[in-house]
């Protein structure tokens, strides 16, 4: 089993950034593909971006591609998603997961953390 922590959500004004930071308590960590997503009131969880286990493989949501980044530090353990251009409509809950299936398939994910709130205001 893999426990997930995420760290770096908070209050942001409209155009500003954030880094998301999602700490791992296994050190196969290296064996799992990571994904952020985020559950905004009154819509469906949804998938941001996922990063193959070695990093050489990544998919971004088109909500999300060219404003977010999403890598990993397998020394430490950690999944990063950087996000700039923050809009209004970006304020959720951010969930890191993970899962050693395919880093594509959104359903494929069975670990998930507890969530880090994101607020964008305008």
């Known amino acids: 089993q893999v426990q997930l922590v995420e760290s770096g959500g908070g209050l942001v004004q409209a155009g500003g950034s954030l880094r998301l930071a999602c700490a791992a308590s296994r050190r196969t960590f290296g064996n799992y593909a990571m994904g952020w997503f985020r559950h905004a009131p009154g819509k469906e969880r949804e998938i941001l971006a996922s990063i193959s286990w070695d990093g050489g493989s990544t998919y971004y949501a088109d909500s999300v591609k060219d404003r977010f980044t999403i890598s990993r530090d397998n020394a430490k353990n950690t999944v990063y998603l950087q996000m700039n251009s923050l809009k209004p409509e970006d304020t959720a809950v951010y969930y890191c997961?993970?899962?050693?299936?395919?880093?594509?398939?959104?359903?494929?994910?069975?670990?998930w953390g507890q969530g880090t709130r994101v607020t964008v205001s305008s």
């Open positions: 997961a993970a899962t050693r299936g395919l880093y594509y398939r959104s359903d494929s994910y069975v670990y």
